[in-house]
């Protein structure tokens, strides 16, 4: 399992202040195949702080990676 590399001035706590922001991001499970495609390609977006936002999809395409992603769970 790949471990996340933090900078000397991370935070457990945070206020959102601008945006996250997703660009050209790509994934695939650390544990799948070399042959098998990416969850997802390139994917970019931005949330802006105060805003809600919906990630919707069908089942499988990488939605709830997207959040665990924004987590560091991954």
Not at 22 to 51: C, H, M, W
Not at 60 to 71: A, Y
Request: with cysteine; aromatic share 12%.
């Amino acid at each position: 399992m790949p471990l996340i590399r933090d900078e000397g001035n991370c935070t457990d706590r945070f206020t959102l202040e601008d945006s996250i922001e997703f660009e050209k991001v790509s994934f695939k499970y650390p544990t799948a195949p070399k042959e098998q495609r990416n969850l997802f390609d390139k994917v970019s977006f931005r949330i802006n702080a105060g805003e809600s936002t919906a990630i919707v999809g069908p089942s499988g395409f990488g939605k709830s990676t997207i959040v665990q992603m924004i987590e560091r769970f991954y």
